[in-house]
């Protein structure tokens, strides 16, 4: 078997899809009256947490009250990575099942080919969404805008496969939620709040599309045979019969086996006769 080059984009969709679940979220700005002074979008990137550590420890300058630029710029953020891909070998369908779309006709409307492709195959994405920010309180009306949709999965409706328009909803599970607090450390240090939030997305991946032509006559042959004392067939002695299948059917390109119209010839040997079977519809 040689494999072939294709991509069906399927993992990268479901990444999409997944971020764009985040890219809504905002953080709110009151005075001590209670009264809304300004509201933050949250950004979003796909990128570890490593990236938010390092963001706030190799440039000083953002920490400094005095600068035009500090912390409070680059926080609160996000980031999203994938952690795992495992085979979900529970939610596996026939291998062998195919999807069939796109059926070429000729002059007459006769069924040349169509385009196939085998079932898909579940796979289990795991997500980790961290959670940055410079208060505890931006974190908390963060986590606050993302945990009630999630009893504990939410489920969506992704177009994985263009050709075949298939449209899968793939539920998302929130399976846990770890704060990294800092309370410990140098007063010069900046305190790092995180909280990391841990998902699975049940998804598919799929298959090359191929082209297949379709079958358009079929010829079966049989034969006498003779039996051992045993029972068992010692080999043929002369044909029996021969029965010819052949697709005549109407035209259209919906017009696909079993809907095609089927003549059937059958003819014996060794008596004389020829039976020539009518068109029928199957």
Not at 2 to 7: D, G, I, N, S
Not at 60 to 86: E, Q, W, Y
Not at 253 to 277: N, Q
Request: glycine letters at 8%; zero cysteines; aromatic letters at 12%.
């Amino acid at each position: 078997m040689k494999f072939a080059t294709f991509y069906n984009e399927t993992i990268r969709k479901t990444v999409v899809a997944f971020g764009s679940l985040f890219d809504d979220i905002f953080v709110q700005r009151k005075d001590s009256a209670g009264n809304l002074q300004k509201k933050i979008l949250v950004p979003i990137t796909y990128s570890p947490k490593e990236k938010f550590y390092r963001m706030l420890k190799e440039y000083p300058i953002l920490k400094g009250n005095d600068s035009d630029v500090h912390i409070g710029n680059i926080l609160p953020r996000m980031g999203f990575a994938i952690t795992t891909i495992d085979y979900d070998g529970t939610r596996k369908r026939n291998t062998v099942s195919k999807r069939f779309d796109n059926s070429e006709v000729d002059a007459n409307g006769l069924v040349i080919s169509n385009q196939a492709q085998f079932a898909e195959v579940p796979y289990t994405i795991g997500f980790n969404l961290s959670i940055a920010a410079r208060t505890n309180d931006d974190a908390l009306q963060i986590l606050e805008q993302i945990l009630p949709y999630f009893t504990p999965e939410f489920s969506l409706s992704i177009n994985y496969t263009s050709v075949f328009n298939t449209k899968i909803d793939v539920p998302i599970t929130l399976t846990g939620v770890s704060p990294e607090v800092e309370f410990e450390g140098d007063t010069s240090e900046q305190r790092n709040i995180i909280y990391n939030l841990s998902f699975t997305a049940q998804t598919y991946l799929f298959s090359p599309i191929k082209t297949n032509k379709i079958i358009r006559e079929t010829r079966v042959t049989g034969f006498f045979s003779d039996f051992d004392v045993n029972g068992g067939i010692s080999g043929p002695t002369g044909a029996a019969f021969k029965s010819i299948s052949s697709i005549t059917g109407p035209s259209g390109a919906s017009s696909m086996p079993p809907d095609a119209s089927v003549t059937t010839e059958t003819f014996e040997f060794g008596l004389g006769l020829s039976i020539t079977g009518a068109t029928q519809d199957v």
